[in-house]
């Protein structure tokens, strides 16, 4: 952990959700671990590779900051408290700290999983050969192995400036980034439905084109782990690294 | 207003989202559209139906209290509200009030919806005959009218009592009443996937029979917009009302 954060301009925060969520400093490592979202799934197959240390990118126990009072006398956080806890297994979460490389992590592993990197111009900006939203949408499905994508927009639009914000930003800062870079399309995570949605819906209704991509919160930084993967082979070396993917949790019936 | 507010047990609200977004008190109503998001096609709808106020339960300007200080340059915030001031369109919205009346009003028009009246047993709960999480689904796509439905949970789990929570009432409570409730399956309009989907699927990897169907913010309350034009027409003898529906604003592909 204090390898990683030395990593990170400005170096250790006093606010941070990146905090151990089972487990203690002190604990001796056996292998890592590193996933976006520590499930039971997860945890067993930890568990069989003997690796009692879990880096995820989101919290544990369903809150951002994994307040668990409220959830103290319920079984399923029991369950995974006591095996957690009953095979040694400690979780961090590392959040901030990938998010504030001087590359941010999880736009390095997204952008390389797509295939983008020779069109990356800066943070948050990708820009394509010029193609359409529809064929877009077919190359992200595609890459990221995901069976259905939720969009805004016309199909038929032309696409080649793209704002790139995985995960959940806000749809606050979401729309005003949009205001600010002027894209054809923003792919992101998520966003509740009565923020950025109803935004691009009101532009596209006006006559804009522009376009909305919704790849889901786990499919979209997922490669930000696989990019901790690699980070632990190059500065841990010996250090035996398994990135498992938790996949998303909401299927498509 | 002063009307519905009237029939709201506890009357008027001292803190509520439920302000005029355009328009003024004083103005001749000529007609009243209900909806869930005054969208720009809403709005022109309205305009050719010469109904002059909107209610709308969700917001106009993209987050929850309609703050429009960091809009103000955009082009799309601008032409809305030219739309609206040009054609003189008040919009009102209620959500707080048709939540809060004695039975809430978009549970009702929803339980409506899916034919389920027979079923229900209290705020929130219905009680089904036995059937599948496939089956439920497959009716409420049906009913509800959409294409494709997310879902966390085995789809031949055995489904009968439902906890049905429209709209976006936080993972938190969400998960609250999961474990006070504990039903077969938590239908719900949207949830941020690091919290409630997180829960549900854990749920799942430990052996419980737990089910999570997001049928995505719109859908889930649209038939309270419905509901309310229902009661214009009741409480409004004379007025012209149209319920028009703004649709789910994300498609899938």
């Known amino acids: 952990m204090d390898l990683f954060i030395s990593q990170v301009p400005g170096g250790r925060k006093k606010e941070t959700v990146d905090t151990l969520k089972s487990g203690s400093r002190d604990q001796q490592v056996s292998g890592i671990v590193t996933t976006m979202f520590a499930t039971i799934t997860v945890i067993r197959k930890a568990i069989e590779l003997n690796a009692n240390f879990i880096i995820a990118h ?29 095979n040694g297994i400690a979780v961090w979460r590392n959040h901030d700290y990938v998010h504030s490389l001087s590359k941010d992590g999880v736009l390095e592993g997204v952008i390389e999983q797509l295939g983008w990197g020779e069109y990356y111009q800066k943070k948050s900006i990708v820009m394509l050969p010029e193609t359409s939203l529809g064929e877009m949408i077919s190359h992200v499905k595609e ?28 749809g606050k800062r979401q729309i005003e980034l949009l205001m600010q870079e002027k894209p054809d399309v923003l792919v992101c995570g998520e966003s509740p439905e009565w923020e950025t949605p109803e935004y691009v819906r009101n532009a596209n209704e006006m006559g804009e084109k522009l376009g909305m991509v919704v790849l889901g919160h786990s499919a979209s930084e997922e490669a930000g782990s696989e990019y901790l993967a690699k980070w632990v082979k190059t500065n841990l070396i010996g250090m035996p690294v398994f990135h498992i993917p938790s996949g998303n949790s909401l299927s498509i019936k």
Do not use: C
Request: charged share 30%; net charge neutral; aromatic share 10%.
């Open 58 to 86: 989101e919290p544990t126990f369903y809150n951002h900051l994994d307040e668990t009072e409220w959830l103290a006398e319920d079984p399923i956080y029991q369950f995974k408290r006591r095996l957690l806890e009953k």
């Open 143 to 170: 890459k990221m192995n995901i069976p259905a994508i939720r969009y805004v927009g016309d199909l038929s639009q032309k696409v080649s400036k793209i704002l790139l914000l995985p995960g959940a930003i806000g």
